[in-house]
């Protein structure tokens, strides 16, 4: 029985409409990689470009060794089937390319348009990218130099956030997570306030407060009663403290807001009265560790900031970039030099993109962004809009998967 599924004129579409910017989101198993395969097959035997032309994106290496499987039994099925000579001969050249065929992951793709241009990229010629264990070691090496050398000058938020209670190791897994997502930290913002005293502050008016409810208290051994002692000790170590030494102590402040009986209070309001206030000075607290954890992040970021110029400076000497550093690059080049977008957009018609997940800055929402660009010529008569998006929902399924293509080239406007 044949199955002809509820969007097929989707599918369609995607193997003869070549002037639209096509975005496909649809659940696993549905297809997204068929349409894809076929929609490059279609490119090549209608003569809309030659393999060599269209960039496509895996996902991983693997994929990308897959996707050419795929495309050569499509273009062996379809040189079988073919009787058209002009087909045959583009199918045969098609054949004969696939194995330099620019299909491979992003990072694979942005080296490669790397080592064409490495002067605009700024890149030394003879870059390497650093496998994976040297470019481990690079950033080790980084790390531990640049850690050593601050602790040795105290650095002031290293020393809080172990005295805070982090470790050195929790540290430079936040310095390995910084450097490797550095494409999407932004620049330096300014800091929120934290006020450092606040809760002493507070502490203080419900010390004050407490007051006139102590007299009330008929069993000092009443765990309400002794918290209203242990509180008004506290203060009077918080008065001793300052800077480091008061934040960790007001960090550490545990209130205990449940506990004291009625009975042992006249009239038993004032104990309900207590633990009102208790559960008032908790919830506070609970904040200004919040607000602690919040500003010490952002002191370390800030601060870390100084561990990735280390490491830009290890990478250099080197002449190594890494994967992040590909990405960045290849974004930035073609940004920056419209002399570079023009050659690439020139050497490509075609980009297609099978699944990209998890947009950043460095790693496109879509293809189409790539085209950001004051066009080189204007486009041929009759072409449409490739910013004109057809999406399609293929299925229900929580899936976010997503398959796009994009005609980078004059062959269709832009923006
Ligand atoms: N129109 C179709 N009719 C029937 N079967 C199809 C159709 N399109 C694809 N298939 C089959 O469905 C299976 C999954 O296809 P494909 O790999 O293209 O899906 P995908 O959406 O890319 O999957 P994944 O989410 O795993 O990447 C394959 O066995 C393929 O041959
Ligand atoms: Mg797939």
Request: aromatic share 6%; with cysteine; net charge neutral.
């Amino acid at each position: 029985m044949n199955h002809r599924p509820a969007d097929q004129a989707i599918r369609d579409r995607v193997h003869r409409d070549f002037d639209t910017t096509l975005l496909l989101e649809a659940g696993a198993g549905t297809g997204k990689t068929t349409v894809l395969v076929g929609r490059i097959l279609a490119l090549v035997s209608t003569g809309r470009a030659t393999l060599d032309r269209i960039v496509a994106i895996t996902f991983s290496e693997k994929a990308a060794g897959e996707l050419k499987l795929r495309l050569r039994e499509e273009i062996e099925d379809a040189l079988a089937a073919s009787t058209d000579e002009a087909e045959r001969e583009r199918l045969l050249a098609a054949s004969t390319d696939l194995e330099r065929a620019p299909v491979s992951t992003i990072h694979a793709f942005a080296a490669s348009l790397l080592r064409e241009r490495p002067f605009e990229a700024g890149l030394d010629p003879g870059f390497s990218v650093a496998a994976e264990i040297a470019g481990e070691r690079t950033l080790e090496d980084a790390w531990e130099a640049w850690f050593d050398a601050r602790m040795a000058e105290a650095d002031p938020v290293l020393v809080r956030a172990l005295t805070l209670g982090l470790k050195i190791e929790d540290l430079r897994k936040a310095a390995r997570r910084m450097a490797a997502d550095r494409d999407v930290l932004g620049p330096p913002a300014p800091r929120p306030a934290f006020a450092l005293n606040s809760l002493r502050d507070r502490l203080r008016e419900v010390v004050t407060t407490f007051g006139p409810y102590k007299p009330r208290c008929t069993e000092t051994e009443d765990d309400a009663y002794g918290e209203i002692l242990r509180l008004e000790a506290t203060l009077a170590r918080a008065d001793r403290a300052d800077g480091l030494a008061l934040e960790r102590l007001l960090r550490e402040l545990y209130v205990v807001a449940h506990k004291g009986k009625q009975t042992n209070w006249k009239p038993k309001e004032a104990c309900n009265a207590v633990k009102a206030e208790l559960k008032a000075l908790k919830d506070a607290q609970e904040a200004y560790v919040q607000a602690s954890n919040a500003d010490l992040a952002w002191a370390l970021r800030d601060d870390l900031r100084g561990f990735l110029d280390a490491y830009e400076r290890a990478k250099s000497e080197h002449a190594v970039v890494d994967y992040t550093d590909l990405l960045l690059r290849a974004r930035d080049v073609l940004v920056r030099s419209i002399p570079v977008r023009r050659y690439f957009q020139r050497r490509f018609d075609f980009i297609l993109v099978d699944e990209f997940q998890e947009p950043t800055p460095s790693r496109p929402r879509s293809p189409s962004s790539w085209r950001r660009t004051p066009r080189p010529r204007p486009p041929p008569t009759g072409a449409r809009s490739a910013s004109a998006r057809a999406s399609s929902s293929w299925s229900a399924t929580p899936s976010r998967a997503s398959t796009a293509s994009a005609a980078p080239t004059s062959r269709s406007t832009t923006r």
